[in-house]
C-alpha cells in the first residue's frame, strides 16, 4: 500500500494461492484489518517483514504468516535478482508455513515469535550497520584529509565480506587481532576519536575472539582484551 486505503476503497482478495501483504510495518495492523473487512479467498496470506510475527495481522478466517528474505531492498532490480539465492525465515501458523514450504521453491528455515527481534537485529547488524561502519570509517579517514575514500573503502569492506562468505569469518579475518599485535591495537585506540573508541573496542574484542579459534598461541586473548578494555581512557 503506497497509500492509505480507506475500507470502502477495498474489494478483498479475489481466489489465489497466496496473499502477500507487502507494507511498512507500522501498517501490518492496517492491512489486518482491511483483510477483514472484505472477501479473502486466498489459501494462505503472508507479510514480509522480518521484526514484526505473523499474529501482527490479528486475527483472520484463513491461515497467517512472516515471510522475511536476507536480502537488502535498495535497489528493486538487484534486490529481484538476490531473491533466487536469498534465505527466507518463516513464522507464523502451522498450516500457513507447511503451505509455503511445499509451494514455493525457496531456500527456508523456520523460527518462532518470540525469536525475530533477535533474528532481525542480526538481519540489521550484517547489513545496515556495516554501511554506519563504512561511513564511521570514511569520517575517520576524511578527517586526516583523505578525500572520496568512501568508495574504497567499500570496497576494502566488499573484500572483506567475500573472504567470510568463501571461508568463513574466523578463517576470513585478516588484520591486527588476527596477529595478535597490541601495540597497533593499542596505537589505533589511542588516535581514535573518543566516540569511536567503544565501536573499535567491541568489535576488536570479537575479532580477538575469532583469530584464537584458528590461532591458539601465539594469540593471547588476556593481554589483548585487558588491552582492548582498559586502553582509550574510558
Known amino acids: 500500500l503506497d497509500r492509505p486505503v480507506r475500507h470502502g476503497e477495498w ?13 511498512s510495518d507500522n501498517a501490518i495492523e492496517h492491512a489486518g484489518a ?8 486466498a489459501r494462505a496470506v503472508a507479510h514480509l517483514s522480518g521484526a514484526r510475527p505473523a499474529s501482527a495481522l490479528g486475527s483472520l478466517s484463513i491461515p497467517r ?21 536469498a534465505l527466507f525465515t518463516l513464522e507464523g501458523d502451522e498450516t500457513a508455513l507447511e503451505f509455503l514450504e511445499s509451494h514455493l521453491s525457496l531456500r527456508s528455515q523456520r523460527i ?8 532481525h537485529a542480526a538481519a540489521v547488524m550484517a547489513s545496515n550497520l556495516v554501511v554506519a561502519l563504512v561511513a ?20 576494502l569492506a566488499a573484500v572483506a565480506l567475500e573472504n567470510v562468505r568463501a571461508r568463513g569469518a574466523a578463517q ?8 595478535g599485535d597490541s601495540a597497533v591495537l593499542g596505537a589505533h585506540l589511542q588516535a581514535l576519536p573518543a566516540a569511536m573508541r567503544p565501536i573499535y573496542r567491541g568489535l576488536s574484542l570479537r575479532a580477538v575472539e575469532l583469530a584464537r579459534v584458528f590461532r591458539p598461541p601465539p594469540v593471547s586473548a588476556v593481554p589483548l582484551n585487558a588491552l582492548l578494555l582498559y586502553v582509550g581512557g574510558e
Not at 136 to 155: H, K, Q, V
Request: hydrophobic share 40%; net charge negative; glycine share 8%.
Open 65 to 85: 504468516a512472516s515471510l522475511h528474505p536476507l536480502v537488502a531492498m535498495r535497489e528493486p532490480a538487484v534486490a529481484l535478482r538476490a531473491l533466487d539465492q
Open 34 to 41: 482491511l483483510l477483514r473487512s472484505g472477501p479473502c479467498s
Open 172 to 179: 576470513g579475518l585478516t588484520g591486527p587481532a588476527k596477529r
Open 136 to 155: 564511521e570509517a570514511t569520517e575517520l579517514a576524511e578527517s586526516i584529509g583523505l578525500n572520496d575514500c568512501e568508495a574504497a573503502l567499500a570496497e
Open 11 to 23: 474489494n478483498g482478495i479475489p481466489a489465489c494461492d497466496l496473499g502477500v501483504v507487502a507494507v
Open 112 to 119: 518462532r515469535a518470540d525469536q525475530k527481534p533477535r533474528y
